[in-house]
């Protein structure tokens, strides 16, 4: 394996929620400290090959990249949509990957299950349980004994 490969992230989705996230994720991973990566867009129906300074791949060329590794979070609001696409990220052995705004709260015993989009001022109370791909919008809140399936 040759020592110039880079971890490659990627947000699914370059329309208006994708490129809402995108500043989260790249705040996420500059807080990781680590150089050795490439923060790009997925989105299967764009015609521009950047958006905002970060390459845009259809999820077929995004598959042909040569990385270490490959993570993803998929960024699309539309909860069908994002159900159909974790199944081709399955198909191929693509980690999930969850972005969380560093002003979320969390307060006791919260759960909250992997791909996880956590936009900035989201609160959540005590005691929640919450599945798989969850999204939460900016200044939204979860209060206590919440149970949440996935998708939502
Ligand atoms: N999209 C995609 N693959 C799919 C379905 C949708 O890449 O299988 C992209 C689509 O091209 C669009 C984005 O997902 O750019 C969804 O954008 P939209 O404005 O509909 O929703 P939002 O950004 O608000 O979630």
Request: proline residues 1%.
């Amino acid at each position: 394996m040759s020592n110039n490969l880079k971890y490659l992230y990627a947000i699914y989705g370059a329309s208006g929620f994708g490129r809402g996230v995108m500043p989260l994720a790249r705040e996420q991973l500059v807080a990781k400290n680590d150089q050795n990566y490439e923060l790009v867009f997925i989105d299967d129906g764009a015609c521009q090959s950047i958006v905002n300074g970060h390459r845009v791949y259809s999820f077929e060329a995004f598959l042909e990249l040569d990385a270490v590794d490959k993570y993803i979070a998929i960024a699309i609001a539309n909860s069908e949509i994002r159900e159909k696409l974790v199944l081709k990220l399955d198909l191929v052995g693509i980690k999930a990957w969850s972005v969380y705004a560093d002003t979320m709260i969390m307060m006791d015993e919260v759960n909250i299950g992997e791909g996880a989009v956590l936009c900035n001022h989201v609160h959540f109370t005590s005691n929640i349980q919450i599945g798989k791909y969850f999204h939460a919008n900016y200044f939204s809140y979860v209060a206590h004994d919440c149970v949440i399936g996935d998708y939502v």
